[in-house]
């Protein structure tokens, strides 16, 4: 499975922006799909999941109503980010592994594939 983040940039508080991270490889290796990002200077943090299947979504409390994550029909998941803040500023990385229980989808060591991840720098 590989994994390419792209979308990331420069963007004002408030501003919206879209992250794409294109899929290839078995399906059954990308069963569980999530976004995570690392601000400067901190670990790396769950953001979002999605159930490739299914569509169900979890998010972190901290991006909840203001991010949305998503899938096509095709290989291509979105991570919708409205209403970003400074605190948003991070690379984001998105990852995917294989069934991974609900209880360990927000875990970082649950995810078998990463793509190279994705700047997003927001300023006033």
């Known amino acids: 499975v590989q994994l390419q983040a792209s979308g990331g940039g420069p963007v004002q508080t408030g501003a919206s922006l879209t992250l794409s991270c294109g899929v290839t490889?078995?399906?059954?290796?990308?069963?569980?799909m999530a976004w995570f990002r690392q601000p400067p200077g901190m670990e790396r943090e769950f953001v979002a999941h999605i159930k490739w299947a299914s569509r169900n979504t979890a998010y972190a409390d901290s991006v909840k109503g203001r991010f949305t994550i998503s899938r096509d029909n095709a290989n291509t998941m979105y991570l919708q980010m409205n209403g970003l803040k400074s605190e948003d500023t991070a690379v984001y990385y998105c990852?995917?592994?294989?069934?991974?229980?609900?209880?360990?989808?927000?875990?970082?060591?649950?995810?078998?594939?990463w793509g190279q991840g994705t700047q997003v720098t927001v300023s006033s």
């Open positions: 990852a995917a592994g294989p069934y991974i229980i609900t209880s360990q989808r927000r875990s970082i060591s649950s995810y078998k594939y």
């Open positions: 490889g078995r399906a059954d290796s990308r069963q569980d």
